[in-house]
């Protein structure tokens, strides 16, 4: 059997050393020895001796915050020993490693999957939800590992050094450390009381010296239930029932 499909860049990327790697730019490899923490549902194949156990949130609290807000990481344990690939809808990957003292915010719907030495929390981003229907809570990734995210297209990364101002819905990870807000784009006026709109009513902002990825993609505002593993929409008491 002969095709372009059995070419050596589709044949699976062999390595002697456990952990993440990317077997091409949609798609995450873990070789795994021990255990490690993925979005619910981003499995697409896997090898060996697997076990998944979902986790919701992470913890009674994150798990709460997650609801009320729709802004956390429901997630599995993968642990084990085998290979296991994941991906996310064709997104692209990228693998950050992560060094003791550095600390992430990373927008959940972007969080594909991270070692399991990790630690993470969500936390509110000051202000910034506030007219947007994402990043109100993001995700705060410290300690020392690797994690995979994803994003819609090719990113750029802004070196803040410079008032900066990104759409929420746009925005998939910065430093920590910056300061972060929102900003007011367009301009209240006649034509907006008449209905006219720029669509770029409400920016985030960041201020202090560090870095922003900004994707070539806006996240659709969330309308009712959406998918389970964004946090959905819906009421919140058929939330909690779930």
Wanted: charged share 15%; proline share 4%.
């Amino acid at each position: 059997m002969r095709s372009a499909l059995f070419s050596a860049e589709n044949l699976e990327k062999e390595s002697h050393q456990p952990g993440m790697r990317l077997q091409n730019s949609k798609m995450l490899k873990i070789e795994l020895n021990g255990e490690a923490m993925a979005r619910v549902g981003s499995m697409v194949a896997y090898q060996g001796q697997v076990q998944f156990q979902a986790l919701g949130s992470g913890g009674l609290g994150k798990f709460l915050k997650q609801k009320l807000t729709g802004e956390g990481v429901p997630l599995m344990k993968i642990s084990g020993r085998g290979d296991v690939f994941l991906a996310d809808y064709a997104a692209d990957v990228h693998i950050i490693d992560l060094e003791p003292g550095d600390a992430l915010s990373i927008n959940g719907s972007s969080v594909l999957a991270f070692d399991s030495t990790l630690q993470y929390d969500i936390k509110m981003v000051g202000g910034a939800g506030m007219m947007s229907s994402s990043g109100l809570f993001n995700c705060v990734f410290t300690g020392y590992g690797r994690i995979a995210i994803t994003t819609k297209g090719i990113p750029v990364v802004l070196n803040v050094d410079a008032p900066t101002y990104v759409d929420p819905q746009a925005a998939v990870c910065w430093s920590a450390s910056l300061q972060t807000g929102y900003h007011r784009a367009e301009q209240l006026g006649l034509g907006t009381l008449l209905g006219r709109r720029t669509g770029e009513a409400f920016t985030m902002s960041f201020a202090g010296q560090g870095f922003v990825v900004v994707q070539p993609s806006e996240e659709p505002p969330i309308q009712g239930m959406g998918r389970q593993e964004q946090g959905g929409g819906g009421g919140l008491l058929n939330q909690l029932m779930d």
